[in-house]
């Protein structure tokens, strides 16, 4: 990922890298640095992304850093966000969160999706850099865990509905159903969701769930009659017993008529 | 559901009907029948609607039912299908076991999906009547578990998918990330589901799966990072946690390279 930013970023921009492995960067049409404390030294914007918050701390030089901006790509909580804008905050560093929802091929192009959180003026100066990145970039606040908590709640969707798609895969499998022939009908059904959030997102925002479009009770009952024939195939059903199991927390709090939303409140 | 097809039948249809609660059918264009044998005996085609399978054995009579077909819309595996397939023609009766998804409102539009599984001349005979539920109609094969087979695996998707979406509504509210905020990136994510969906049932149809797009190692790190972010906000992880516990599974078996898709053969 890493090389694909600086890649995306060196075809507008002067750009210095600096990577843990000497040698990646060869490619690159930037100025490599020896040490990363030379990289920060070179630019008033700087770049990190790596495995996570305490590989940043560990890998940049804070006095280096003093009076830049860095924007960090490198993965973690919301909370572990804030933390890493205090220490910023404390060494004169301004500091802005970033998140990519975006395989590193994408980066460049416009499938790729950027939040940022921090403050908007330092976000600001550098947007026009940024823009070398590609895609959709959102500054989504100043908290500075505001752009992980999009990137969390998104990638808690999309691998929760992943393991759906494959799990379907295989429960129609186990049933003789080749994946050629579900793969319209499972396209057909997901094109119910826009709909469906637009829906939820609108239950959630009043909070209030009526039980008009779907109950829980219904849901429930449907999850028992899917998990009844995951079972007779003698498939994995940690999945769907987990979705039930909060249906089933929600009915036994007395929601069972209110609207599938509610989940989202309990 | 079951008012629902009786209305929409009885737009283009002559239709008797018959309902365990008397009344219900009060509004409809229909003869009201005193017993379920007259409704059954007055019409070559004996729509059935209830419970479940035991329901409909339980409801009609079979030897008023020899010599006619039995279309059944009761909720049930596919392996119990096979059995009332058998049941049925152990006493002469015509038995195509079909499949809703729809909800009752969209009974007779074009929002409404139904699959059919049984012999197919039986099916054929009769589907001019059954267009006039609307919709989409699909006769997925002779084997009269198969429509329940499609069911299942699409309603196994669907509500592993829900519980996704509200779960992921649940994480931006406890961090302070409103639903409205959060709706369109929701569907900007759930935009690449088609290509991506095609691109695993590939890799299944072939039983190959290269880790070329998606690593089951890189999806379980990022699983990690949002199970951290849900933990810290103390909401439920069940979903999340028995999806990432599928792919150690895979992980611990040697398939930690391949494609996510892996999992769905298992």
């Known amino acids: 990922m890493g090389h694909a930013l600086a890649a995306a970023l060196a075809a507008e921009h002067h750009v210095t890298v600096w990577n843990r492995t000497p040698g990646k960067e060869n490619d690159l049409a930037a100025t490599t640095a020896g040490t990363a ?12 992304c790596v495995r996570d918050y305490a590989a940043v701390r560990s890998v940049l ?12 790509f490198s993965g973690g909580t919301p909370q572990e966000a804030r933390a890493m804008a205090a220490w910023a905050a404390d060494r004169g560093i301004d500091y802005v969160d970033g998140v990519i929802v975006a395989t590193p091929d994408a980066i460049g192009s416009a499938g790729a999706t950027f939040f940022y959180s921090g403050p908007r003026d ?9 823009a070398a990145l590609g895609g ?16 969390a709640s998104l990638q808690d969707l999309l691998w929760t509905a992943m393991s759906g798609v494959v799990h379907a895969f295989a429960l129609a499998t186990a049933e003789n159903i080749g994946a050629a022939d579900l793969v ?18 609108e239950q959630v925002a009043a909070d209030s769930f009526p039980g008009d479009l779907l109950t829980i009770d219904a ?3 449907t999850m028992d009659h899917v998990l ?4 007779s195939n003698d498939l994995d059903n940690g999945v769907l017993s987990a979705a039930r199991a909060e249906a089933r927390r929600a009915i036994d709090a007395g929601h069972g008529g209110a609207g599938y939303a509610r989940l989202a409140a309990l």
């Not at 030089?61 to 960090?72: F, H, I, Q, Y």
């Not at 959709?136 to 908590?149: C, L, Q, Y």
């Not at 009844?228 to 079972?231: A, H, M, P, Y």
């Open 219 to 221: 849901a429930a009952a």
């Open 228 to 231: 009844r024939t995951i079972r």
């Open 136 to 151: 959709n970039a959102h500054h989504v606040g100043e908290d500075p865990g505001r752009a992980a908590g999009f990137d």
């Open 37 to 48: 404390a030379e990289a920060v030294a070179a630019s008033p914007l700087v770049i990190a």
């Open 122 to 130: 330092a976000y600001e100066a550098h947007r026009p850099a940024l």
């Open 61 to 72: 030089d804070a006095e280096a850093l003093k009076g830049r901006t860095l924007v960090n």
């Open 184 to 201: 319209g009908h499972m396209k057909a059904l997901l094109a119910f969701f826009p709909d469906m959030i637009d829906h939820i997102a």
